[in-house]
């Protein structure tokens, strides 16, 4: 069985949610490749690594997903276009820790761009279509919907019909209005920012705490407010949002956890964005 990190009565897990590759100016954007080169590794033609990591939230009351990974359903071609190194499996992972797929209760998604959002929708055995969490109440900010449903130009390329179709009219998704907390210390609250409805996820339980910031902090070299991804759609919000949220988590020693990063699944930090004490994958026993 694998050992999570313990959170209070907590346990995180980090599932195989996809490892694909960017282009790191294509991630950072405005940062110059002579310093963002030095807080992430990349190949030797500037592509760096991002995991997808969906990450199961072991509570009291119920089983959490936040995030879904890349989904089994990309072609040959998205494959190679999106340097696919290792694929989605999160059945495998859940059975490492005792679970399968119909005993998430909850799945919360921070947004809806395809590495989000897709492993919501999965191809079966019979190559057919199906939810992927069964039993799942998916939890989507309305702001978010919204988009999906009616995309502005740009959005239209990351939310793509084929992970979110199933979930259209559906009794299992929830449409938040801001704030929730379905389950006793798992609490979602809208930024915005990288996208018009996505949100952050806090985690409390037994006086210690966790914050995922989603993409907002996509992975550890993102700490400095002004370090925003190039796809952020609203980039000012989210600089407002990392401002007002980075600072009173570091003093509160919260675990900040990675959706996007293969070194780091989650992290303490200083107010000089040091980090003080780490989860990374070998922790992970398996
Ligand atoms: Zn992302």
């Given at each position: 069985m694998a050992n999570g990190l313990k959170l209070g009565s907590f346990e995180i897990f980090w599932l195989d949610g996809g490892v694909f590759e960017l282009d790191g100016g294509c991630m950072f954007g405005v940062v110059p490749r002579a310093l963002w080169q030095k807080k992430f590794p990349a190949s030797d033609d500037d592509y760096i690594q991002l995991s997808n990591t969906p990450i199961l939230v072991k509570t009291p009351d119920a089983n959490v997903i936040i995030d879904t990974g890349?989904?089994?359903?990309?072609?040959d071609k998205q494959k190679k276009i999106f340097r696919v190194t290792e694929e989605w499996d999160v059945e495998a992972s859940l059975a490492r820790v005792g679970l399968s797929r119909e005993d998430i209760d909850h799945v919360i998604l921070t947004h809806c761009d395809f590495d989000h959002s897709g492993g919501v929708v999965m191809q079966n055995e019979a190559a057919e279509l199906e939810l992927t969490w069964p039993k799942a109440i998916h939890h989507v900010q309305r702001a978010e919907w919204q988009d999906v449903l009616a995309p502005h130009r740009r959005a239209v390329n990351s939310y793509w019909p084929v992970n979110l179709d199933l979930l259209?009219?559906?009794?299992l998704l929830n449409l938040v209005n801001g704030e929730a907390e379905p389950v006793v210390g798992v609490k979602m609250a809208l930024t915005g920012g990288h996208t018009k409805g996505h949100q952050a996820i806090w985690l409390s339980s037994e006086g210690e705490k966790g914050v995922h910031l989603g993409d907002l902090f996509p992975n550890h070299a993102y700490f400095h407010p002004l370090w925003i991804t190039p796809y952020d759609n609203f980039p000012l919000d989210s600089i407002a949002q990392k401002e007002k949220l980075i600072g009173p988590a570091v003093d509160e020693k919260q675990w900040f956890l990675f959706y996007h990063d293969p070194y780091l699944l989650a992290g303490k930090f200083d107010r000089d964005g040091k980090v003080v004490e780490e989860f990374a994958l070998g922790d992970q026993v398996r």
């Open positions: 890349l989904g089994n359903k990309l072609t259209r009219g559906s009794e």
